[in-house]
Every structure is written in structure tokens, then in C-alpha cells.
């Protein structure tokens, strides 16, 4: 099956700083690369995602970048301020066939003001 | 946009004692939807796929007859944790992907805390 690498676990930044997130994964198959954002005691929120057919995607302060060959994929947030302090979970699947999605293990952001 | 929904946000109950917790698509047909468990400080851990119409398939290590899944219809899915224990409490979610098969809309999770 899918397995999800996810570091850091823990990243401090000062506000305005940029952050950087990254994910590896095993399973070639896996062609969609959504990022969620968790704020304590609620649901996991999308952020962004990528597909395999393109190498990066950007969205205002947040970008994803996707390396099919090396299956690594980073998750950058420029900017940063104190409200993106959360938990952020990268994640893999098969996209269009109602398959199950493997989650890295967390990275907890804490953006310093 | 695709809304999931679960009763109840919260429960408490007594250990052995069994508890149900609903998923809904309140605006969208799921034919598919996946319950997952996550214990603090810690990643979403699958635990079953829950098929409309057919039986769920459970992840390895998941007990079935422990966390029995019913997907009545198009729009819900229930997830019953049988003669519950102080170590199933947790956070359970579900989900259920989009019409395109792989954006996943959550619900807001069930918080179990069980005596």
C-alpha cells in the first residue's frame, strides 16, 4: 500500500518568513497531492492540491510543488502570518476513483508575530 | 460547495456500552464515504471504506465486528463502535470524495469519550 513521509513534524517560523513542508510516497500509482489544513478539533480543511500532470500550482501565498520521478511533493507558504498557525498534513491517492487517501503524518506551524 | 455532515459532535459514554455516530452528504450522493479515527497530536488513520450497498472494507488491524459500518443509502453512512473501551476515544471522521472520485469532503468529526 500507500506510505506517507512527512517532515518536519514541528516548524517554528517568525511571521513574514516563508514555510516549507515536505512529503514523499511510494506508490507510483498515486497521481493526486492534496495539502489540508487542521485547526484543533475540527475537520481538516483543503488548501491545495496537485495533480501529477503538472509540477507545481500556485494559490496566493501557497504553493505545491510535485517531483514524479524522486515522488516528493512541498508545500510552501510565503508570508506567513499568525492565523496559519495549524497542523498541515500532506497526503496521497488515485484521483477520479473514489480511492482511499494515505495521510503523512502532520507538521504542527507555529508562526511567531 | 459538497457538505458532509456527523451526528453526534460529541458523546460520552460508559465503557462497554455501544455508540453510533451518522455521516451525511447533505447536498451530493456518495456511494463511497471512509471513516477514519485520530487519536491527539496525531495523523487521520483510516479504518474503513464504506461501500453503498455492499459490505465495508476495513483496514488491516481494524476490528469489524468492533466498528461495524452501515451505508444505508446515497447520503449516509453509520459507524457503530460496539461495547466501547477507554481506548477508543478518539476523534472519529469521515469523508466522502467529490464527483470528480478525489477531493475529500470531511465532516466535522465525532469527539468519543468513553469512561
Known amino acids: 500500500g500507500e506510505n506517507v513521509e512527512q517532515h518536519p513534524s514541528t516548524l517554528s517560523v517568525q511571521e513574514g518568513d516563508s514555510a516549507v513542508i515536505k512529503c514523499t510516497y511510494s506508490d507510483s500509482a498515486s497521481n493526486y497531492f492534496p495539502w489540508y489544513k487542521q485547526e484543533l478539533g475540527k475537520r481538516p480543511q483543503l488548501i491545495i492540491d496537485i495533480r501529477s500532470n503538472v509540477g507545481e500550482k500556485k494559490d496566493q501565498r501557497i504553493a505545491v510543488t510535485l517531483n514524479k520521478t524522486a515522488k516528493h511533493f512541498s508545500l510552501h507558504i510565503t508570508e506567513t502570518q499568525p492565523e496559519d498557525s495549524a497542523v498541515y498534513f500532506c497526503?496521497?491517492?488515485?484521483?477520479?476513483?473514489?480511492?482511499?487517501?494515505?495521510f503523512g503524518t502532520g507538521t504542527k506551524l507555529q508562526v511567531i508575530p | 460547495g459538497a457538505v458532509v455532515s456527523q451526528h453526534p459532535s460529541w458523546v460520552i459514554c460508559k465503557s462497554g456500552t455501544s455508540v453510533k455516530i451518522e455521516c451525511r452528504s447533505l447536498?451530493?450522493?456518495?456511494?463511497?464515504m471512509f471513516w477514519y479515527r485520530q487519536f491527539p497530536k496525531q495523523s487521520l488513520m483510516l479504518m474503513a471504506t464504506?461501500?453503498?450497498?455492499?459490505?465495508?472494507?476495513?483496514e488491516q488491524g481494524v476490528e469489524k465486528d468492533k466498528f461495524l459500518i452501515n451505508h444505508a443509502s446515497l447520503t449516509l453512512s453509520t459507524l457503530t463502535v460496539t461495547s466501547a473501551h477507554p481506548e477508543d476515544s478518539s476523534f472519529y471522521i469521515c469523508?466522502?470524495?467529490?464527483?470528480?472520485?478525489?477531493?475529500?469532503?470531511f465532516g466535522p468529526g465525532t469527539r468519543l469519550t468513553v469512561l
Open positions: 497526503a496521497a491517492s488515485i484521483a477520479g476513483g473514489y480511492q482511499k487517501v494515505t
Open positions: 447536498d451530493f450522493q456518495a456511494t463511497t
Open positions: 464504506s461501500n453503498e450497498g455492499s459490505k465495508a472494507t476495513y
Open positions: 469523508s466522502a470524495p467529490g464527483l470528480a472520485g478525489d477531493t475529500q469532503y
